[in-house]
């Protein structure tokens, strides 16, 4: 059992009531203030000022807009199937605040004069169980496609059952390498693990397919097919008013949180301090590492709201050709190469061989990204090519000297 | 009371309650909703049985992926397919209710086998060194075999499945833009270069199904789609003239 597991198991259970509390609180909170960093910060790179009439620099925005949201008018069309559109924002909601069970949001705190670790649960397959969550997640969207009765919802649906699919695969197979590194699923040994590196450093392939695959996940630009504007209307959300559609507005912000907090988790060493500044984990009591968490998470964020401001909306076959044909591929391999050093370290082999690998991985590398650039010039060259064909009946204007003198 | 009692006797009557409203409902999303509930459930019995493995990756390969796609499929059906009740292949019926009888006798017997005369002794012992450890250990450990047999199937099997529907797309749809644009403009009549003639344009009908006149008064077929052509649905231009003007037929002039 890992070190968290024993410290949360003494837990007593008003402490797990409360931080179940807190938690539900904090995503709330989150969203609210992420609704506003959103529209600010996406302002910013339109140079607009964005939101500044409610409260001052516009910072109840989120809340104006929530009032304004619940207090709409609840529409839900006579094609729809009453049981599944009422159920469909339930899921979607219901099921995106799961995956904080299990992440860890500091180090060994005193919380009334308990040990413990802001963190409700720590169970061996932690990170599976982020996964299973989420999974359940999109059948809140692709029921609601399916239960609007009507095309472009249904199309929204659609495109995103098949697009999280596709993307969960990429997303678990870069966890694979995580888990062979830390030796475990649970997040609290996987956030142990990285004390010396983090994940990023050394995993850095399983870092950048994650944080591909999370944002395919979240259904946001530039992979926010099922929801594309300019094509579906709403997406599945279409038919979706008042407070349902307040329902799964909440949902997609607390997941972009969830997903940032996994990655965090993941990869960047959770609620641990930077390299170098240590001494700050043991300040406040130890809550001090909840504001590292908290950077690490906005950090996420802003990386979200810095593609939607500035990458276009991919095409559908596009986006999934990318994801079936670059990111699983690539994953693959990169889990191969990570399980050989790894077995070759763990079996003793000499450093020789280590590095013999190492560069033999690299030259390959090295290799196939010159074949296919080698093949993309060509096929790029046979785009170009014109076959020759014949001259055409009717007159044409001059042609080039040797072409005039023939025709004279 | 524990707490696995307590979540047993919730969830187990309502598991029981979806099991039976899959196979009553009418509209097969419903049936859905209530299979993957139905999964659901069966992993959070999973997970207080102390195999959490076994229990996530229940959702996360059933729930999140195998009824994801049994659900794309029903949605890309139809939108209101109910199930339909009559037996089209004969004897269908006979061999699902023989089937579902000795899948039952068979999941009865292996119970039995396993319980009866025996001490359920937990999962402790198996998970003495983690839960994903001791099923790592059997699974590439004891039953390599059996497993790598299963997986080396289902790969023939999603190959076969990609083979069986994967169709080659004609030479002429990979030509690229930049050759058919040259092609258009090398061909045979610069006339159609940029573009066929619109149909019916002109003060006194405006359809479809009328051709177009060229600036010589001669009917134009190139301005009719050759859909309407084939099913005989194209307008006579004759009918559209008027006394005391031009006849609207070209026929003359030919």
């Known amino acids: 059992m890992s070190e968290y597991a024993s410290i949360l198991l003494d837990d007593p259970v008003w402490m797990i009531i409360v931080k179940g509390l807190l938690v539900f609180i904090l995503c709330v909170l989150l969203t609210l203030a992420a609704v506003y960093g959103e529209r600010k910060i996406v302002a910013r790179m339109q140079l607009r000022v964005g939101p500044n009439r409610a409260g001052p620099g516009g910072m109840l925005v989120s809340l104006a807009d929530g009032v304004k949201l619940a207090l709409k008018e609840d529409i839900i069309p006579k094609a729809a199937d009453r049981i599944v559109f009422i159920l ?52 809140g969207i692709v029921l609601a496609g399916w239960s609007s009765g009507s095309t472009y919802p249904l199309l929204g649906g659609l495109r995103s059952s098949a697009q999280v699919i596709s993307y969960e695969i990429a997303m678990g197979l870069s966890f694979v390498a995580v888990f062979m590194y830390a030796g475990s699923m649970s997040t ?3 956030v142990q693990a990285q004390s010396q590196w983090w994940n990023a450093v050394v995993l850095f392939p399983s870092f950048v397919i994650y944080v ?32 349902k559609f307040a329902l799964f507005f909440l949902a997609e912000y607390v997941n972009i949180i969830a997903v940032s907090a996994l990655a965090t988790t993941l990869f960047l060493g959770g ?30 964020f802003f990386l979200f709201v810095w593609l939607r401001g500035t990458l276009p909306r991919l095409r ?12 699983i591929p690539v994953s693959v391999a990169w889990i191969l190469v990570v399980a050989t050093l790894r077995l070759l370290t763990q079996e003793g082999a000499s450093q020789f061989i280590i590095a013999a690998f190492t560069g033999g991985v690299v030259l ?45 | ?18 099991a039976l409203g899959m196979l009553l409902v009418k509209k097969a999303v419903h049936s859905a909703i209530l299979l993957a509930f139905v999964m659901i459930a069966l992993a959070v019995f999973y997970l207080i049985q102390e195999a959490p493995f076994l229990g996530v990756v229940q959702i996360v390969v059933y729930t999140g992926a195998v009824m994801m796609l049994f659900l794309f499929i029903l949605m890309l059906v139809g939108v209101d397919s109910s199930d339909s ?40 012992i198996a998970n003495g060194n983690g839960n994903v450890q001791g099923l790592a250990g059997l699974i590439f450990g004891t039953y390599v075999w059996a497993f790598e047999i299963i997986s080396a199937l289902l790969i023939t099997a999603a190959l076969g499945a990609m083979v069986l529907a994967h169709t080659q797309k004609s030479p002429e749809a990979r030509l690229s833009q930049r050759v058919r644009a040259t092609a258009r403009f090398r061909g045979e009549s610069i006339g159609t270069a940029a573009g066929l003639p619109g149909s019916g344009v002109f003060a006194r009908h405006n359809a479809v199904d009328v051709p177009a006149l060229l600036p010589d008064g001669t009917p134009s077929d190139l301005s009719i789609s050759n859909l309407i052509a084939q099913r005989g649905d194209v307008q006579e231009v004759k009918r559209y003239s008027l006394e005391g003007l031009p006849k609207l037929d070209g026929e003359d002039k030919k």
């Open chain 1, 271 to 300: 609620p641990s301090a930077p390299p170098g500044l240590g001494f700050t984990e043991s300040w406040l009591g130890g809550w001090f590492t909840f504001i590292w968490f908290l950077l690490k998470v906005f950090l996420f």
């Open chain 1, 212 to 243: 591909i695959s999370m944002v395919g996940e979240t259904n946001r630009a530039p992979f926010d097919l099922a929801e594309a504007e300019g094509e579906l209307v709403g997406g599945f959300h279409t038919e979706y008013s008042s407070l």
């Open chain 2, 85 to 124: 009740l009559v037996e089209n292949i004969k004897g269908l019926r006979g061999v699902a209710i023989f089937t579902s009888l000795a899948f039952a006798a068979a999941l009865t017997s292996l119970i039995a086998r396993a319980t009866t005369g025996r001490d359920p002794v937990g999962l402790e």
């Open chain 2, 1 to 18: 009371m524990t707490g696995e009692v307590i979540v047993f006797w919730t969830l187990a009557p309502l598991t029981v309650l979806a």
């Open chain 1, 316 to 327: 559908y076959d596009q986006f999934m050709k990318f994801g079936w044909k670059v990111l």
């Open chain 1, 188 to 190: 609290g040994d996987i």
């Open chain 1, 88 to 139: 469909a924002p339930v899921i979607s909601a219901a099921t995106c605040f799961l995956a904080f069970a299990v992440i860890p949001m500091t180090g060994v705190v005193s919380f009334f004069g308990e040990e413990t670790i802001m963190q409700l649960t720590d169970i061996p397959v932690g990170v599976l169980y982020v996964l299973a969550a989420t999974s359940i997640g999109v059948y």
């Open chain 1, 364 to 408: 390959a590398v090295l290799i196939a990204t010159s074949l296919y650039e080698s093949s993309k010039k060509k096929a790029e060259d046979a785009a170009r090519y014109v076959p020759e064909m014949p001259a055409p009946k009717f007159p044409v204007p001059a042609l080039p000297k040797a072409k005039i003198e023939e025709v004279e």
